[in-house]
């Protein structure tokens, strides 16, 4: 499993991170959080609205600031 935040360093990529590691956490996976602000890898996912969150390689948001509830959601959604 591998999960990453996409975004430029802005404070609301720094959000999603935060956020992203705190649902991790809550939910008891021990899988590291990647933050990528490479824009060359960024754009390699077709991200074009900052924040992204990528799970398992696939965009699984964009362009909003999720909470850590909606993280842990998303998470389980998808089967963690």
């Known amino acids: 499993m591998s999960i990453k935040v ?3 360093g802005c404070k ?3 959000e999603l991170y935060e956020n992203t590691k705190e ?3 809550n939910i008891g ?3 590291e959080v990647e933050y ?3 824009l060359e890898q ?5 991200v074009m609205s900052m924040p992204g969150l990528v799970v398992d390689e696939k965009v699984a ?4 600031v999720l909470k850590t509830a909606d993280v842990e959601k998303l998470l389980h959604k998808l089967g963690y």
């Open 36 to 38: 990528v602000t490479d």
């Open 42 to 46: 960024v754009m390699g996912y077709g």
């Open 29 to 31: 996976l021990s899988v």
């Open 6 to 8: 996409l975004g430029s």
């Open 23 to 25: 649902a991790v956490k």
């Open 12 to 14: 609301f990529c720094h």
């Open 61 to 64: 948001s964009t362009g909003k």
